[in-house]
């Protein structure tokens, strides 16, 4: 016998007394939950991640702020060689008029110091800070050229190591080599040694109406200062040794290699050459002033 009893209302309540809600698909209650629980879970490794950090940094700071800490004393690390130095190697001094070169095997040490003997030593002797009255004998031809003998506010005269009666002489606004025989050519050969106007530790030379030798052209004049860093440059010269005892080589501070020498009896700037020649044109003697 079929059944015959009527469907149930769709808006008939359940058995426990309330309706279901129809509006709402089914299964959704079930959704949000599991959204809640992975939302809470992603919360948690958030919050884990995060104080995990925290501490790695605590600890990098605390190793910062203790020198004593040792590295690679939280546990092992990376294995560190030290790399090996590169020893410079040593440039030839390029302000030194003849060039170095290497002793080669079988060199006698004989020989390489007759070599070293023949070239102007690069040490530059500063003048004394003394100060001598004019005319002082500190400055005899007996003197070293190369102790500095000399004091900032001395006066001097020039003298000549192969031509010993001949003097450094401004004559027509030029410096010449010229004997002495007159008041006037004394005067003319007395030149007031100050601290170089370029370099402190060489040599500047002024004459008693206050102009400066300087180099023009490569030739050695009587000229006034004009304050530039040029004239500076040209009226400074700086005291080498010379192979002559007692007497100085004058090498320029703006053309290294270039000693002061004379030739045809003219003061010029000349560049070095290995000769007995030039060794003796450029040796001169600071005696006292003549004047």
């Not at 009527?6 to 309706?19: D, F, K, L, Q, V």
């Not at 000549?160 to 003319?188: C, E, F, H, I, M």
Request: net charge positive.
């Amino acid at each position: 016998m079929p059944d015959s009893s009527p469907p149930p209302s769709p808006n008939s309540p359940w058995e426990n007394g309330w309706t279901p809600d129809s509006s709402r698909a089914p299964g959704t209650r079930r959704l949000y939950l599991a959204g809640a629980l992975a939302v809470t879970t992603i919360a948690a490794c958030v919050t884990a991640i995060v104080v995990t950090d925290k501490q790695t940094d605590d600890t990098s700071r605390t190793k910062r702020a203790d020198p004593s800490a040792l590295p690679g004393a939280d546990g092992p690390g990376l294995l560190s060689f030290a790399s090996p130095s590169k020893q410079g190697t040593p440039t030839p001094d390029e302000r030194t008029p003849s060039s170095a070169s290497a002793k080669a095997p079988g060199t006698t040490t004989s020989a390489t110091t007759a070599e070293q003997s023949k070239k102007p030593s690069a040490k530059t002797p500063s003048p004394s800070k003394s100060t001598s009255s004019h005319g002082s004998s500190s400055g005899s031809s007996g003197s070293s050229g190369s102790s500095g003998s000399s004091s900032s506010t001395a006066w001097k005269s020039i003298r000549s190591v192969n031509y010993p009666d001949r003097y450094w002489q401004v004559n027509g606004g030029l410096v010449k080599l010229n004997p002495v025989n007159s008041t006037a050519a004394r005067r003319a050969a007395t030149f007031k040694l100050v601290k170089g106007l370029a370099k402190s530790s060489c040599y500047s030379f002024a004459t008693a109406d206050g102009t400066y030798l300087r180099h023009r052209n490569f030739i050695l004049r009587a000229e006034r200062n004009d304050g530039s860093a040029l004239f500076k440059q040209d009226a400074t010269f700086c005291p080498r040794p010379s192979s002559t005892s007692g007497a100085v080589m004058l090498e320029s501070v703006n053309y290294p290699g270039r000693f002061l020498r004379h030739q045809n009896f003219q003061l010029k700037l000349d560049r070095y050459q290995n000769s007995s020649q030039y060794r003796s044109d450029s040796a001169f003697r600071l005696v006292a002033g003549l004047n």
